[in-house]
C-alpha cells in the first residue's frame, strides 16, 4: 500500500491544500466555536476565565530571566570545575526556556499587530476574516493567540527536558488554548495558529543550541538529547542507563516498571 506524505505534493498541491484547510477553519469552524462559547453554562464560563491566564508570558519570563542571571553570577563567583559546570547547565536550561517562550511570543505579537485581524466581539459586524494591516489595535489583534502561543512554547521546551512529562504538559496546554476560544477572545483558528507558533518555534532554538552543543546535542540514533548521561537519568529519558542511586542521593523519576513513573526519594 502507497503511503502518502506531503512531501510527495507539488507546491502547487500543498498551496490549495494549506488554503483550503485555512478557509474551512476561518468560515466554518470559527463561527461554530464562536456560536458554542456563546452557548456556555455561567459555570463554565468561569470555571475557563479561572485558568487562563496560565498562558500568559510574565510569569515565564520573569521568573526564567531572573534565575539565568542568577546562574550566571554564580558561575563566575564560585570557583571550581564542577561549580561552573554546574551552573552553566542551570543557566543553559533556564536561557532556553527563555529564548523559546520569549522568541515565540515575540514573533506571535508582531504578527497579530502587522496582521490585525478583528477579534470575535466584532464578528456580527465585521465577520471572522477582516484585516486591518499594521493598525496596533487590541480589537485587531486576534491571531494568533498569545496565549496558546505562550503555553505550548512553555509545555513543548518542557517536554524537550522531560520527555515522559508531554502527556501531561500537552494537555494542560491543550486546555489554556481551548479556554481563549470558549471565552470568546480568539477565534478557533488563533488558538490553532498560536499552537503551532508555540511548538514549533523551540525546535528551531533547539537546532541552534545543539549547533553550539549548548545544553543539546546530537543524538547517536538520529535527532538531538540532553548533553549528560547523569542528567538524562535524572530526567528519565528513555535509553539512559540506570545504575543504583548512591545512598543518600536520589533521582527525580525512575521507572518502577516499563511502563510506569516513579518519584524516589528518601
Do not use: C
Not at 536550561?93 to 515565540?104: L, P, R, Y
Not at 487590541?138 to 524537550?160: E, K, Q, R, Y
Amino acid at each position: 500500500m502507497t503511503r502518502f506524505r506531503l512531501a510527495d505534493l507539488t507546491l502547487f498541491e500543498q498551496v490549495v491544500l494549506a488554503v483550503s484547510f485555512v478557509l474551512f477553519g476561518v468560515y466554518v469552524l470559527d463561527p461554530f466555536f464562536l456560536e458554542r462559547s456563546k452557548a456556555l453554562a455561567p459555570e463554565a464560563r468561569n470555571f475557563l476565565r479561572s485558568i487562563t491566564d496560565i498562558g500568559r508570558s510574565n510569569w515565564m519570563l520573569i521568573p526564567a530571566g531572573s534565575l539565568v542571571a542568577l546562574a550566571l553570577v554564580l558561575r563566575r563567583t564560585h570557583r571550581g570545575f564542577r561549580n561552573a559546570a554546574g551552573y552553566g547547565l542551570i543557566a543553559s536550561t533556564i536561557g532556553f526556556v527563555f529564548v523559546s517562550v520569549g522568541g515565540a511570543g515575540l514573533i506571535g505579537n508582531l504578527t497579530k499587530y502587522i496582521l490585525g485581524r478583528a477579534r470575535p466581539k466584532l464578528f456580527d459586524t465585521l465577520g471572522p476574516f477582516d484585516f486591518q494591516l499594521f493598525s496596533f489595535d487590541p480589537d485587531h489583534a486576534s491571531f494568533p493567540s498569545g496565549h496558546a502561543t505562550n503555553i505550548f512554547a512553555l509545555a513543548t521546551v518542557l517536554g524537550m527536558l522531560w520527555p515522559r512529562g508531554k502527556v501531561l504538559l500537552y494537555t494542560v496546554a491543550v486546555w489554556i488554548a481551548a479556554s481563549r476560544v470558549l471565552i470568546g477572545q480568539h477565534y478557533f483558528t488563533d488558538a490553532l495558529g498560536g499552537a503551532i507558533l508555540g511548538t514549533a518555534f523551540p525546535y528551531l532554538v533547539r537546532e541552534r543550541f545543539a549547533a553550539r552543543r549548548w545544553l543539546f546535542e546530537p543524538a547517536p540514533q538520529g535527532g538531538y538529547r540532553l548533553r549528560g548521561e547523569r542528567t538524562r537519568n535524572w530526567l528519565g529519558w528513555p535509553g539512559t542507563s540506570r545504575p543504583e542511586t548512591a545512598p543518600g542521593k536520589a533521582r527525580l523519576f525512575r521507572n518502577s516498571r516499563p511502563d510506569s513513573l516513579g518519584i524516589e526519594g528518601d
